[in-house]
């Protein structure tokens, strides 16, 4: 009952974000701007799972941002702030996006959110909607167990399904080359991946 009245009141879309920078977010943040940096300048850009569109401003002004939920209340704090910005009521199972249309695709904090096959559907759409040369860049938290923090933060988190790193690797190496994968700890151990199409896919 506590936990599901927690996870209600940590929806709205400023607790939300609130909550995430309490966890470490900014920490995350600065590395996820290294990885995107070289990327920055790409034409269109679709953010799976992006929530209220914090990293949104990481882009060029003239990059097209599409920020992806199936959380309509967070869609909505996204618009609030970004009234040009283009929100996308939609599942990364089922990307309502045409294929091979999209240079970038970002997710970050999404995976443990999935089950293992939709984990497996979500790596098969993000493969499918980037265009030739087109790049995946995919940051979580890792599961490690013996981080005590890392567990209780665990213990509260809506998703259930936290994976170790040698898991997640293999989920993105079934559909794309990975490039670099960058592990580090705040509270979270993390990681953050960039990963390409493969040759002759």
Known sequence: MIRSLLHQFVARPWVYDTAQTLVGAKQVRARLATRIIPLRAARRVLDIGGGTGSVGDLWSDSSRYICLDIDPQKLRGFASKNPTGIALLGDATRIPVATATV???????????????????????????????????????????????????????????????????????????????????????????????????
């Open 103 to 201: 240079d970038v695709v970002l997710c970050t904090n999404v995976t443990h959110h999935l089950t293992d096959e939709a984990l497996r559907r979500m790596m098969a759409e993000c493969a499918r909607v980037l265009a030739p040369g087109g790049k995946l860049i995919l940051s979580d938290a890792i599961w490690a167990p013996r981080r005590r923090v890392g567990r209780l933060i665990w213990h509260y988190d809506r998703g259930s399904f936290p994976r170790t790193a040698e898991t997640l690797r293999s989920a993105v190496s079934t559909e794309l080359k990975i490039e670099t994968w960058d592990q580090f700890a705040i509270w979270h151990e993390y990681f953050i991946c960039v990963a390409g199409i493969k040759t002759g896919a």
